[in-house]
């Protein structure tokens, strides 16, 4: 797993491990504010050829793909989210106490957010997404939220198990995340605290920044505990039969 760098692009990497090859399977929080050059790159360097939004219609702007790059929006969840989906407003307006107090009264933790995520009513998004993957042309697919953070990391963790990654590598590179949102997690924790928000309460803006293992780690219990196994639940919800498992495995592995 490496982490690339172009500008405007923040949580931008390659979820590659020593058995799946580098250059195939990108990830990264939104494109929105790419410039004309930033998206030349993403073809001409990366090598990009498949882009999936993740997000939601009221999230997104006008997407015009570059030339030669197949776009797909491909949200998980037809209604908003609080939490993960952005409204139009803004993820969190940091700007005011009422709009703090309201987000800490509102936003449950992050394992019951993702348990949104993978109920049998999102197998339609699910079994999109990874018929996209595995149509995709030869080339890169560039996957993205919000913040690169939830949908995108769910979306990757689900791929990286049918790659065959372990535990290890799949928490490794959900909590990468941290990494990129953290410092603005803390932002909103200093100014919620000047604000006099207790602790707690600053601490669960702070929350919705990270990226903990135990959040992944519990989708993986939740998935199991609903469908009896995670093979089940790829099968079940996502349409990801054995055959298409193989396949999954023989386009990106080495």
Known sequence: MKILHLDNLNNFRDIANDSVREGVLLRSAKIDDLTDEGRDLLVNKYNVKT??????????KEQIAPDGVEF?????????????????????????????????????????????????????????????????????????????????????????????????????????????????????????????????????LRDIYRADENDILSVFEKVKAKYGSVEEFLHSVCGMTEEKIAALNKKFKK
């Not at 882009?51 to 997104?60: A, F, G, K, V, Y």
């Open 72 to 204: 797909f929006n491909v949200s998980m969840t037809k209604t908003p989210i609080f939490g993960i989906t952005k409204y139009k407003k803004g993820f969190v307006n940091f700007k005011n106490i009422l709009n703090m107090l309201f987000v800490v009264r509102h936003v449950p933790n992050i394992p019951e957010l993702y348990e949104n995520l993978i109920t049998p009513d999102t197998a339609e998004a699910w079994q999109q997404l990874f018929d996209v993957i595995l149509n995709a042309p030869d080339g890169a697919i560039l996957m993205y939220c919000e913040q690169g953070k939830d949908r995108t990391g769910l979306l990757c963790a689900f791929i990286e198990y049918c790659l065959g990654y372990s535990e290890r590598e799949i928490v490794a590179d959900y909590v990468e995340t941290s990494k990129f949102t953290a410092p603005r997690g803390e932002r909103a924790y200093k100014k919620a605290r000047r604000f006099l928000l207790s602790k707690k309460f600053a601490g669960k």
């Open 51 to 60: 882009i999936i939004d993740l997000r939601t219609l009221s999230e997104t």
